[in-house]
T-cell receptor
Framework: GAVVSQHPSRVICKSGTSVKIECRSL??????MFWYRQFPKQSLMLMAT?????????EQGVEKDKFLINHASLTLSTLTVTSAHPEDSSFYIC???????????FGPGTRLLVL | GEDVEQSLFLSVREGDSSVINCTYT??????LYWYKQEPGAGLQLLTY?????DMKQDQRLTVLLNKKDKHLSLRIADTQTGDSAIYFC???????????FGPGTRLSVLP
């Protein structure tokens, strides 16, 4: 299957700093990418849908100014957690939709710990 | 909205079969998936089934789909300790644009 990578895989930062997470589709062009968040012992919850060349669509309750999403190319979407706080600590997983396959491929996740 | 439900816990003895069940609500689902997540790791796609199929077998894994009842199951034959993990059921619809995950079933394999 197709490969989606995320970078970094793990990040620790101080409260108040911003953190950028990259999501790349390695062998296909993804017009749509998705960002999910997973709290410990919980399921994945969709945060936002990122469309190449346009603004992201955020799910209810997700602060767009807090979680900045940029989808500048067909193979790269970035999620920036601005002014991170300890409650933002979580596992962030991206996925990329392959239109030719009608499915999403998931990245390995990025574990964020805010001290 | 769309909803996917699973039982939260399952314990089996090593060598026995495990059956993890899932129910979903969206009848327009195109694909249904099973993912495995080990502690601290990402999602590993185990298998999937197209909505017009009722069974799929892949080595130790058997997926059964009852579309009328919107019920999906994953059977793991000869369960091993390495199968201990959380298993997520997910449904995809709208040509893969939308994925909804269940809460996950924590499988514990006892020696």
């Amino acid at each position: 299957g197709a490969v989606v990578s995320q970078h970094p895989s793990r990040v620790i930062c101080k409260s108040g700093t911003s953190v950028k997470i990259e999501c790349r589709s390695l062998d296909f062009q993804a017009t749509t990418m998705f960002w999910y968040r997973q709290f410990p012992k919980q399921s994945l919850m969709l945060m936002a849908t990122s469309n190449e060349g346009s603004k992201a669509t955020y799910e209810q309750g997700v602060e767009k100014d807090k979680f900045l999403i940029n989808h500048a190319s067909l193979t790269l979407s970035t999620l920036t957690v601005t002014s991170a706080h300890p409650e933002d600590s979580s596992f962030y997983i991206c996925s990329a939709r392959d239109p030719g396959q009608e499915t999403q491929y998931f990245g390995p996740g990025t574990r964020l710990l805010v001290l | 909205g769309e909803d996917v439900e699973q039982s939260l816990f399952l314990s089996v003895r090593e060598g026995d079969s495990s059956v993890i069940n899932c129910t979903y609500t969206d009848s327009s689902s195109t694909y249904l998936y099973w993912y495995k997540q080990e502690p601290g790791a990402g999602l590993q796609l185990l298998t999937y089934i197209f909505s017009n199929m009722d069974m799929k077998q892949d080595q130790r894994l058997t997926v059964l789909l009852n579309k009328k009842d919107k019920h999906l199951s994953l059977r793991i034959a000869d369960t091993q300790t390495g199968d201990s993990a959380i298993y997520f059921c997910a449904e995809a619809y709208n040509y893969g644009q939308n994925f909804v995950f269940g809460p996950g079933t924590r499988l514990s394999v006892l020696p």
